[in-house]
């Protein structure tokens, strides 16, 4: 089962727009992370934030997690077209060390 | 430093067959992670290995295992494949010993199970 889902399923921005995706989960998690896949091949790991922290930042990505809401965003900032792709969150669950859930993604485009 | 490889990148089977994926880590990463990601869906964990043993498992049937070796490279085995096996199949891997969060993954094997 799903532990976290990403909000919209969709999104499509025109390039050099701001993006906001954000994730929902339902129980209490040692460190949230964010993956980009494009066009169905490997993930590549973004930014982890642990469940003491409230904001990061890398580059042209914010993550924000607010753990009394189970939830997190992420923001792309001054898109651009190689930012195309689905994004997805991962828990790391308190009560299942080592094992990551994944949510369902957000797919993003950007218009030229 | 090469990043983590899979093999092969494509692979057709008859319902009924068995698979083997193989899965060699990022150098100095110890732990081994296996996902099956349906089209349009997220990862789904299938297990993870380290030190050549099952340490995790997640919600699929024994007809899933998996072995790890002294190198740390791994394979994934689906017995008595289904049509519903046919997927993207990740591998990730990590360092156990600096907490495991930050995996890195391959390029994955497109399994088409007919």
């Known amino acids: 089962s799903q532990q976290g889902e990403e909000d919209p399923q969709a999104l499509s921005i025109q390039e050099g727009e701001n993006a906001t995706m954000n994730c929902s989960y339902k129980?209490?998690?040692?460190?949230l992370q964010w993956y980009r896949q494009n066009s169905g091949r490997g993930l590549v790991h973004l930014i982890l934030?642990?469940?003491?922290?409230r904001e990061k930042h890398s580059g042209r990505l914010r993550v924000t997690l607010d753990t009394s809401k189970k939830s997190s965003s992420l923001l792309i900032t001054a898109s651009r077209a190689a930012d195309t792709a689905s994004y997805f969150c991962?828990?790391?669950?308190?009560?299942?060390?080592?094992?990551?859930?994944f949510g369902s993604g957000t797919r993003l485009s950007i218009r030229p | 430093d090469a990043g983590v490889t899979q093999s092969p990148t494509h692979l057709i089977k008859t319902r009924g067959q068995q698979v083997t994926l193989r899965c060699s880590p990022k150098?100095?990463?110890?732990?081994v992670s296996w996902y099956q990601q349906a089209l349009g869906q997220g990862p789904q964990f299938i297990f993870q290995?380290?030190?050549?043993?099952?340490?995790q498992r997640g919600n699929f049937p024994d007809r899933f295992s998996g072995h790890q070796f002294p190198n740390y490279s791994s394979e994934l085995n689906v017995n008595a494949l289904l049509l519903g096996d046919s997927a993207l199949y990740l591998c990730?891997?990590?360092?156990?010993?600096?907490?495991?969060?930050?995996?890195?993954f391959g390029p994955g094997t497109r399994l088409t199970v007919t």
């Open positions: 129980t209490s998690i040692n460190n």
């Open positions: 991962a828990t790391d669950r308190k009560s299942s060390a080592s094992k990551i859930i």
């Open positions: 290995y380290y030190e050549e043993e099952e340490r």
């Open positions: 934030i642990r469940s003491n922290e």
């Open positions: 150098s100095g990463h110890d732990t």
């Open positions: 990730a891997s990590s360092q156990m010993l600096a907490g495991g969060d930050e995996q890195y």
